[in-house]
């Protein structure tokens, strides 16, 4: 008897986009969260665009680790670009003028993982870290306040430093070459993190920069470092949190 030959159920593009979309929920929560524990956001009426907000940063997050690990057709993308865009399109029309703003200048991040950077994508990493670090944060914190404190600002300013060196050979490939450039990078984050958080939860996050500057010189595939990166921002926002 003839065996039937059956599809395979296992989608191969799905599985590979397992891991961006675990992640960008993870890091579309640390921007939401930031807003919560470090400046008492409020809920009430502003829900509906806090709800906006955070699926805007979901798919910008989803489609920027996508283009940096296993780079998906167009004709799986577009629709949720055009989701993003029509978020901003939305807040214009309920007069949230800055959010929409706001969102909009985080797009170059995604933009620029379509760009040919040749393996340095600076400029991807710097966007890529203030706006999970600083414009998203402040944009849910502004939502609910209508304005920004100082202290505020300056954690936010810690967490995307903090981001753009645990995601250094993330955006920037070709990382040997710079390699003193992200222990740089290290020293000024943690001296900047000095006037802001306790001593001890620098320290750790400085033994977690050393830790990082050695894998970023290992050859692991870009999800193993993904991981790496994402422990090391979670950690750090654990030690700031108590």
Known sequence: MNKLNLPDLKNKIDQK???PAALSVVFSSISWYFSYHFAS???GSTVPTQILL???TLMMV???FDRLTNKSSLRVLLPLIGITLAIVVVLLLSKELVMAELCLLT???LLTTFMNFKD???VGLAMFSTSIGVILPVAFFYLSNR???GYFLQVCIGLALVLSVAFFDIFITNVKPYHWVLAGLSVITAVFLLFTF?????LVTFVMFIINWFIAQMDLKIGIKLLVSTIIILAFIILISL
């Open 147 to 149: 304005f920004v404190s």
């Open 198 to 202: 306790h001593a001890w939860a620098v």
């Open 17 to 19: 986009t397992i891991l």
């Open 120 to 122: 340095v994508n600076a």
């Open 41 to 43: 956001l409020r809920l």
């Open 62 to 64: 989803f489609v920027t």
């Open 54 to 56: 955070f699926l805007f």
């Open 107 to 109: 797009l170059v991040t």
